[in-house]
């Protein structure tokens, strides 16, 4: 399959709004459009992953279908969305049917909205058949999204851009790829893409913002909505398809509440991410485990709903001990309140909090 790119003419007056890896939270995407304050004389261009893994993907994807049928609305492929084609498929029914039932997911949505049952004993190929006449219009939708949307000034795409000509790129090397930003690429247009959550790029702390590399030229804009317990979904904002005056707003969907008291940010700060997130735990206090990460042998007061245990051994999500700098009056979100703190968010950045909130 030849890499599809799409090349709109901008009107140079209106603003473009970008967002990446919606994940079916439609809650979430239209609030951040109401933040933005999103009208029709905008642009909108999604990064792919409209859909799987959040609550209500396909009711995202329909409130999508109907914005850009009267507006300026453009969708890149993400490596979730192309999971529609396993419908369209002979083979991979065990898969599928597995899949559908572990998962929240654009057929497991299909199939709860037309009455069909989910079961292990299910015929997952007459399914197929069914979800593929019913719902022809919102799978014609996924499945002729380009991988890439170019303009003079941006390169839009759900993972990565490789430097050269676009056109010898191969589709899955534009909507699979992890960890762009560290690939060392520059470009002398900028490269806007989703897919890696920009949680997971920084050394020291966490931020959920997006990452503007102005000498590179590149724009990661994936909060980590869904995929991470800390995580937001972001909209980066271009005045016009000339400027380079960016700025972004997000939402993340946590309760927020006010700080009572000032603490000072911590000097010492660590983070723990996967492939090193593998722990022993020394031992338990109430919704707390005090465990040792095996890498570094660096200790750590873990929540317990954070650690998994496996055959393996045990994991804990994405997480740090970093204590946020918070003043008196600030704003934050509340992540998880804990017997030892609470884990908040303020400005994107994922810290904890020792103080009073209201």
Known sequence: ?????????????????????????????????????????????????????????????????????????????????????????????????????????????????????????????????????????????????????????????????MPGDLNEMEPREVYRADAFLNKGFSFDRYVVVGHWPTLRYPEYKRCANPIIQRTRKIICVDGGMTMLRDGQLNALIIPNCESEDFSYASVDGYPKKKALNSQNGGLDRHLIQEPDNRVKILKTSGDMCYCRQEKTELNFWIPKVFLTQTPNGCFTEDYTDYQLRVTFGDEVSVVLETSRGTLIKRDGVTGWYYGMLQ
């Open 1 to 161: 399959m030849a890499i599809q790119i799409f090349s709109p003419k901008l009107d140079a007056n209106r603003r473009i709004i970008v967002i990446s890896d919606i994940y079916g939270n439609y809650d979430a995407f239209t609030q951040l459009l109401a933040k933005v304050n999103y009208t029709r004389e905008d642009y909108l261009i999604l990064l792919g992953n409209l859909v799987e893994r959040g609550p209500e993907s396909l009711r995202t994807l329909r409130y999508i279908m109907e914005l850009s049928r009267s507006r300026r609305v453009f969708a890149v492929t993400g490596d979730m969305d192309i999971l529609s084609r396993e419908v369209f498929r002979a083979d991979r029914n065990h898969e599928l049917l597995q899949y559908v039932l572990r998962n929240h997911s654009l057929v497991r949505d299909m199939c709860i909205e037309s009455g069909i049952r989910l079961a292990p004993d299910v015929n997952m190929h007459s399914i197929k058949l069914a979800l593929r006449e019913q719902y022809a219009e919102e799978f014609e939708f996924l499945l002729t999204m380009p991988h890439v949307i170019e303009t003079p000034k941006f390169v839009f795409a759900h993972a990565q851009i």
